[in-house]
Structures are given as structure tokens and as C-alpha cells.
């Protein structure tokens, strides 16, 4: 083989090799990516933070008129999140609503602040009893959202 021909192959040789490297990366990747998808399909539920009745009307839809409060938890690729919700009902309504950035990753603390920045109007003057689902969101944080809705709805039960 003369030298411009040994070059040729192991140019060749080099080019295949970088390709498969690269596809077998983004296959590794891809994997990742459904793991993490999968993970951050499962919550984890926390203990309520503090829950106070305002008074001891019930409200008509069976939940107690007051003020709750609870952590959800969601799972994302910087790990286990918490978003802190508050919900004051009066006759079964919300009349106000606030949230806690609880995210201890970059990420998950970005994507939680443009939850809590848009969801308010998505819950304030509507029945309890007909919140889940509602609220919409494209980021991980309203898996805990609807984890803390859920720990606050069964306080509030009457």
C-alpha cells in the first residue's frame, strides 16, 4: 500500500469510528432521557406544612372553609423538587392562592417560577372540587403542584 492510500484508510477508518461513537452517544442519551421522563412521572408525597381554619363554616362542595397549605414533590432531572401551595376556600371556592419556590436545582427553580408566575388565574374563583387538571403547564413542577392540591384537598374534606 503506498502512503496516499494508507492515509485514505484511516481517514475512513476514523470518520466510521466518530459515527458510531456518535450514534451509540445518542442512543446512550436518549435512554437517559426516557429514564428521566419516566422518573419524573412519580411523585412522592410529603406531609402538609400547616393547615388553619379560618372558621368553622363548611363550605357546600364539603370542604371546609380556611387556609391550607402543602409541600408537593415532583422528580426532574436535577432531582427531587418541592413546590410550596397555599389555598384560602371559602364555600367550597378559592378565593386566593400562593406558591413557594422550593427547588434546590437551577433548572427545576427556573421552570418553578414561570409556574407560579401564570397559575393563579388558573385556580382563583373556581371549586375546589373541580382543580385537578386544570391548571396547565409544560414543566415538570405541575406534577407537584397537583401533589400538593391533592394533600390540601383531603385536609380540607370535611
Excluded: C, H, R
Aim: charge should be neutral; hydrophobic fraction near 30%.
Amino acid at each position: 500500500m503506498n502512503t496516499g492510500t494508507k492515509k485514505k484508510a484511516i481517514i475512513s477508518v476514523t470518520v466510521i469510528g466518530a459515527t458510531a461513537l456518535l450514534i451509540v452517544g445518542a442512543v446512550i442519551v436518549k435512554g437517559q432521557v426516557k429514564t428521566e421522563t419516566s422518573t419524573a412521572t412519580t411523585s412522592t408525597t410529603t406531609p402538609a406544612t400547616k393547615s388553619t381554619n379560618d372558621s368553622s363554616t363548611t363550605s357546600s362542595n364539603n370542604y371546609k372553609d380556611g387556609t391550607y397549605s402543602a409541600d408537593g414533590s415532583y422528580s426532574s432531572p436535577d432531582g427531587t423538587q418541592k413546590i410550596g401551595l397555599t389555598i384560602t376556600i371559602a364555600d367550597g371556592t378559592v378565593t386566593a392562592t400562593s406558591a413557594d419556590n422550593k427547588a434546590n436545582g437551577l433548572d427545576s427553580a427556573q421552570y418553578e417560577d414561570q409556574f407560579i408566575s401564570s397559575y393563579k388565574n388558573q385556580i382563583v374563583g373556581k371549586k375546589v372540587s373541580s382543580l385537578k387538571g386544570t391548571v396547565s403547564g409544560d414543566s415538570l413542577t405541575l406534577i407537584g403542584f397537583e401533589d400538593a392540591l391533592a394533600q390540601i384537598q383531603n385536609q380540607a374534606k370535611v
